[in-house]
Nanobody, 119 residues
Framework: QVQLQESGPGLVKPSQTLSLTCTVS??????????WSWIRQPPGKGLEWIGY???????YYSPSLKSRTSISRDTSKNQFTLQLSSLTPEDTAKYYC???????????WGQGTQVTVSS
């Protein structure tokens, strides 16, 4: 059974950098078939893909967030991490980590973590 669990702060201040970690069990993040992804959902809006990291450590980001986003990994802990800088209240959302297939389908999701950007 594959499980993903997000962890990180629930409240951050504007202009700060958000750091969220996803811990994976039941699979390894070096698995060749999958893309380890971050997705968010602002209040009242749809899902927004943020980016992913591959088994080799290559990263791909949404063009709209690319300048503020970094995804890294710790293979010894089977974790991958999202950093999103220069936060504004518009970054308030529920943030999810997920395992995506080569066809773009996310077959396993974390439960999500609410992040609020407010002073």
């Amino acid at each position: 059974q594959v499980q993903l669990q997000e962890s990180g702060p629930g409240l951050v201040k504007p202009s700060q950098t958000l750091s969220l970690t996803c811990t994976v069990s039941g699979d390894t993040i070096t698995d060749i078939y999958y893309y380890w992804s971050w997705i968010r959902q602002p209040p009242g809006k749809g899902l927004e893909w943020i980016g992913y990291i591959t088994r080799s450590g290559s990263t791909y980001y949404s063009p709209s967030l690319k300048s503020r986003t970094s995804i890294s990994r710790d293979t010894s802990k089977n974790q991958f991490t999202l950093q999103l800088s220069s936060l504004t209240p518009e970054d308030t959302a529920k943030y999810y980590c997920a395992r995506a297939t080569a066809w773009g389908e996310c077959d396993y999701w974390g439960q999500g973590t609410q992040v609020t950007v407010s002073s």
